[in-house]
Antibody
Framework: EVQLVESGGGLVQPGGSLRLSCVAS????????MHWVRQAPGKGLVWVSR????????TYADSVKGRFTISRDNAKNTLYLQMNSLRAEDTAVYYC?????????WGQGALVTVSS | SYVLTQPPSVSVAPGKTARITCGGN??????VHWYQQKPGQAPVLVVY???DRPSGIPERFSGSNSGNTATLTISRVEAGDEADYYC???????????FGTGTKVTVL
């Protein structure tokens, strides 16, 4: 059974950093492109970032480019999102998802709250 | 950047048909995917590549795409279909992925 489980969310002050993890089971992340998608409270889905299966290519939404970094550890079957210089508007539930190129499996989400 | 526009809400009686539109410039040239999201839950893929259904998704869910509008159709609507629905495409111009604004479906 395919599962994605995010962790690492929490409360962080503006300007701070946080790293989200997404552990996959039931498939190998090394074989799939992977995404991060976020959803601010009461708002819609917003795509954040994608990484290709070999890690050679990444792409980011303009709102996070230069602040967020997507990466993967194939040995740990885990996807990461390093978030730096966090702002109040980054407050959201962050989902990891598998690319097919549609997003066929999603994690349950990790809440990130940026507030002083 | 590419923009996808959906109606904020659609209301439908049980047993009737709900149609949710997703407007974008020449969207008919792109592959459109649709997701269902119920409160407090992660999104679930209900239609991919304009009109294909993942396994486990009822045949009541169907999709079409032409010109500047893609449409998700839910036939014989049930109370359990009440949710937010999002369309999504890949913007090849900048290698970004775009979600629609979302539509809340209310079953009367």
């Amino acid at each position: 059974e395919v599962q994605l489980v995010e962790s690492g969310g929490g409360l962080v002050q503006p300007g701070g950093s946080l790293r989200l993890s997404c552990v996959a089971s039931g498939f190998s992340v090394s074989s799939y492109w992977m995404h991060w998608v976020r959803q601010a409270p009461g708002k819609g889905l917003v795509w954040v970032s994608r990484i290709k299966s070999d890690g050679s290519s990444t792409t980011y939404a303009d709102s996070v480019k230069g602040r967020f970094t997507i990466s993967r550890d194939n040995a740990k079957n885990t996807l990461y999102l390093q978030m730096n210089s966090l702002r109040a508007e980054d407050t959201a539930v962050y989902y990891c998802a598998r690319h097919r190129p549609y997003l066929d499996y999603w994690g349950q989400g990790a809440l990130v709250t940026v507030s002083s | 950047s590419y923009v996808l526009t959906q109606p904020p809400s659609v209301s439908v009686a049980p047993g009737k048909t709900a149609r949710i539109t997703c407007g974008g410039n020449n969207i008919g040239r792109k592959s459109v995917h649709w997701y269902q999201q119920k409160p407090g839950q992660a999104p679930v893929l209900v239609v991919y590549d304009d009109s294909d259904r993942p396994s486990g998704i009822p045949e009541r869910f169907s999709g079409s795409n032409s010109g500047n509008t893609a449409t998700l159709t839910i036939s014989r609507v049930e109370a359990g279909d009440e949710a937010d629905y999002y369309c999504q495409v890949w913007d090849s111009n900048n290698d970004h992925y775009v979600f629609g604004t979302g539509t809340k479906v209310t079953v009367l």
